[in-house]
């Protein structure tokens, strides 16, 4: 979503790191394409101008002046800023102190309620609460229903007594009442000891008096703990004036961004927390229920300057990988032993169920400067590896060195791929194996601290490895005398190596006792020898 935005403040700022002090119009034309590019993205202006006024005169002042990289500072500040405007610090759901905990959903028809009701109930059905789905939005076809679909995918229990509107108009059913559906929700979650209530409501096509009077006699009816109004993230500034109105109107605790994973401008992230004073809370990066994640303004501000966000990285592979897998692997590895195509299918495996590939590679710091490439990925590569590593038979995974002419035309065509692909893949996974074999023997990364070097990398000479001839001032044209200079060069005497002061070592038959000159009466001291 923000690829436009972070692209045009990576130029800004490379265009800065050329210069060792910036003058006062620098900073003006740094600040002047900011004002552009956050413009392009349809942030809303109030926040705008505030923005580039608050980097503008932090910028001019003696922070900046005074430091040795002035253009990574002005990265520092912009940073900072992008941070303050996202909310500044990550706030989480206010638990009730006597369960359940009551979170009333609110937005416009389209936001993504419904789906988001039930990404919020897998995230706190993983986190050890006891959430119950109910259905309180009567008016939109088919709600109930596509409710209780995603509490079925989610594992997690729906309350709906009314079934809703059954129709194709979005008119309210005869004897639907919402309120009294929440209400009873509520009491039904005391009953089954739910500790906690998620109440999805209708929205809108606009915001008119009907919804707001409605969103208001619900929330009166269950007291929410939280209420978080659902935004599309992709409507631009549209979405502050909603969010506004509804702030005036009902109310709410937090802001839930939807559809954060389109390929909108992202002006509506960067306002609404300015705008309403209230946080946001999540966001929705996709359409599975695991495409759900808190939101953090300073992993977010990472992600917009190209700073990558490793810690989110981090924090899914610690959720989807298996931990006896991996202690299981570093194991092998500690003994020496060999890096298979068994051990590659595995670790594949585990990469698929942290999700998409180019949200993982475009966390990494960076990687906005291979775009072009990231978009080019194919997601189906991956399985395009597992196909052919299970077209193996077990020995060829453990020796690869089997797979000679005949295997890989056999192997090709169990996988439904060419030669060529399995040529590629066993050469990367040569390359895997080398790399795996290098941590063994190093102890871990290789290039890390006391962890061995990569070549290239300098560090400490090999033992083995011998110095460079020295060179010879001079050397004669002729072959015959240019070959009998080295030969005089390589008899001189050298310090070996361990010798202390330099001395060169000599051999004691080479050795004249008597062309020594002992100080007069030091023979005394010989004993006689």
């Known amino acids: 979503m923000f690829a436009t ?135 939109r076809p088919n ?44 009491e039904t979650a005391q009953q089954r000891q739910h500790d906690v209530l998620i109440v999805d409501t209708a929205g809108r096509l606009g915001v008119d008096a009907e919804l707001m009077r409605q969103a208001a006699d619900i929330r009166d009816a269950v007291n929410p703990d939280e209420i978080l109004f659902v935004i599309d993230a992709m409507i631009g500034q549209d979405a502050v004036l909603t969010a506004q109105a509804f702030a005036d109107g009902v109310g709410f605790t937090g802001v839930v961004l939807s559809k954060l994973d389109g390929d909108a401008r992202g002006g509506a992230a960067l306002s609404v927390a300015s705008v309403t004073g209230q946080p946001i809370l999540y966001a929705s990066t996709g359409e599975k229920l695991t495409d759900f994640e808190v939101f953090h303004p300073d992993r977010m ?39 298979t195509l068994s051990d590659f ?93 290098q941590m063994a023997k190093s102890g871990g990364v290789p290039g890390m601290p006391g962890m061995g070097n990569l070549p290239g990398m300098g560090g400490k000479k090999s033992r083995g490895r011998q110095a460079p001839a020295r060179k010879v001032k001079g050397k004669s044209g002729n072959p015959a005398l240019r070959a009998q200079q080295e030969r005089g060069l390589a008899t001189k005497p050298s310090a070996p190596q361990g010798s202390s002061f330099g001395a060169a070592a000599t051999k004691q038959a080479e050795v004249d006792p008597s062309t020594f000159e002992l100080p007069k009466g030091f023979d005394k001291f010989l004993g006689g020898r």
């Open 301 to 339: 501000a990472s992600r917009i300057l190209d700073m990558g966000d490793v810690l989110t990285l981090i924090e899914q592979a610690e959720k989807n990988f298996d931990a006896e897998q991996t202690e299981r692997m570093a194991g092998k590895l500690a003994k020496g032993e060999d890096f």
């Open 5 to 139: 935005l972070s692209d045009r403040l990576t130029s800004t700022f490379k265009n800065l790191r050329t210069k060792g002090k910036l003058s006062e119009a620098d900073i003006d034309a740094t600040v002047r394409e900011i004002r552009r590019a956050l413009l392009d993205a349809d942030v809303a202006v109030p926040v705008v101008r505030s923005f580039t006024g608050a980097v503008r005169e932090r910028a001019l002042s003696a922070e900046v002046s005074g430091a040795l990289n002035p253009a990574q500072q002005v990265v520092k500040i912009v940073n900072e800023e992008l941070v303050s405007i996202l909310g500044g610090q990550t706030r989480t759901l206010n638990m009730a102190k006597n369960p359940p905990t009551v979170i009333l959903l609110a937005g416009l028809q389209g936001a993504g309620k419904t789906t988001l009701a039930g990404k919020l109930a897998l995230h706190l059905k993983g986190q050890g609460h006891t959430p119950l789905l109910v259905a309180a939005d009567l008016q």
């Open 143 to 186: 709600a109930v229903t596509q409710l209780q679909v995603v509490g079925e995918r989610a594992g997690v229990p729906v309350f709906a007594p009314h079934p809703g509107n059954q129709g194709h108009d979005d008119v309210m059913p005869v004897g639907a009442d919402p309120v009294g559906v929440a209400r009873a929700g509520l």
């Open 345 to 437: 299918l595995e670790q594949m495996q585990q990469l698929k169920k942290m999700g998409s590939m180019k949200k993982m590679f475009g966390m990494l710091p960076g990687m906005g400067q291979m775009r072009e490439a990231l978009d080019n990925f194919d997601e189906r590569e991956v399985d395009r590896i597992e196909a052919i590593i299970r077209s193996m038979t077990p020995a060829e995974r453990e020796t690869p060195k089997l797979i000679n002419g005949s295997r890989r035309s056999r192997i090709a065509a169990g996988s439904g791929t060419t030669t060529t692909d399995v040529n590629q893949l066993l050469q990367r996974f040569d390359g895997a194996q080398k790399m795996m074999k």
